[in-house]
């Protein structure tokens, strides 16, 4: 299995997100950088979280125009494997792989702590190691995290069973007050229909070793190499 990672002016998690990858495969990613017109031949790419271009305009929007990113669309269509983390979710997004979009925190306040979420979709390949409504802690870092869609669209994600993970208590309980940005439906990672692009919030490359604290974000490496190598 082969992956890569994208680097952005601004990228702060790539480095982050090769390490875990490595772990996983055994091997280090390609680092691709964002002018890059060519991809190399991988499986899975990683759209990594960060402050692309200072968050300037818009966050994910100026980057979701770079030459890279024409790539990554056309890799996607063939079913390559997309995840993006924290400002890659903005990203991919921005970018029309994946329907809504992110916007401020219900507080208006950058949040930088350990979440718990509760899994709502284990038939993908980033989320097959994980059972359903397990509950895992994964930090976050973001100020743009309020995942919104109007209701039509909303709709359809639940039904086609899009959502992946969902804000919630250690108990796996979801409501209002476990909604730390704003999310609807408490949403904080969607698959596209396909399940083969994944974005959200939370880093679980930052929870992918004991030493970081905890292991809840290697599973999702783990499940993609199991199902791609």
């Given at each position: 299995m082969k992956a890569a990672v994208i680097v952005f002016p601004g990228s702060n998690a790539d480095r982050d997100a090769a390490v875990a990858v490595e772990q996983s495969i055994g091997a280090p990613p390609k680092m691709v950088w964002h002018r890059d017109t060519e991809l190399p031949k991988v499986d899975f790419i990683v759209v990594p979280g960060g402050f692309s271009y200072g968050d300037y305009l818009r966050c994910g929007a100026m980057a979701a125009h770079s030459?890279?990113?024409?790539?990554?669309?056309?890799?996607?269509?063939?079913?390559?494997?997309?995840?993006?983390?924290?400002?890659?979710?903005?990203?991919?997004?921005?970018?029309?792989?994946?329907?809504?979009?992110?916007?401020?925190?219900?507080?208006?306040?950058?949040?930088?702590?350990?979440?718990?979420?509760?899994?709502?979709?284990?038939?993908?390949?980033?989320?097959?190691?994980?059972?359903?409504?397990?509950?895992?802690?994964?930090?976050?870092?973001?100020?743009?995290?309020?995942?919104?869609?109007?209701?039509?669209?909303?709709?359809?994600?639940?039904?086609?069973?899009?959502?992946?993970?969902?804000?919630?208590?250690?108990?796996?309980?979801?409501?209002?007050?476990?909604?730390?940005?704003?999310?609807?439906?408490?949403i904080a990672g969607i698959f596209n229909e396909k399940r083969t692009v994944l974005g959200l919030m939370p880093h679980p490359e930052r929870m992918s070793d004991p030493v970081l604290g905890g292991a809840d974000g290697r599973k999702m490496f783990d499940g993609l190499v199991e199902a791609l190598s």
């Open positions: 030459p890279i990113m024409r790539e990554i669309k056309r890799a996607a269509d063939k079913g390559t494997r997309v995840l993006g983390i924290c400002n890659g979710f903005q990203i991919i997004t921005e970018a029309g792989l994946l329907p809504g979009v992110l916007l401020r925190n219900k507080d208006l306040r950058f949040i930088c702590k350990d979440v718990y979420l509760r899994v709502e979709q284990t038939k993908s390949d980033f989320t097959r190691r994980y059972k359903s409504g397990e509950v895992i802690r994964i930090p976050v870092a973001h100020a743009e995290g309020n995942f919104f869609a109007d209701d039509a669209t909303l709709q359809a994600i639940e039904d086609k069973g899009q959502v992946a993970f969902r804000y919630a208590s250690a108990a796996g309980d979801v409501s209002d007050e476990t909604n730390l940005n704003g999310s609807r439906g408490n």
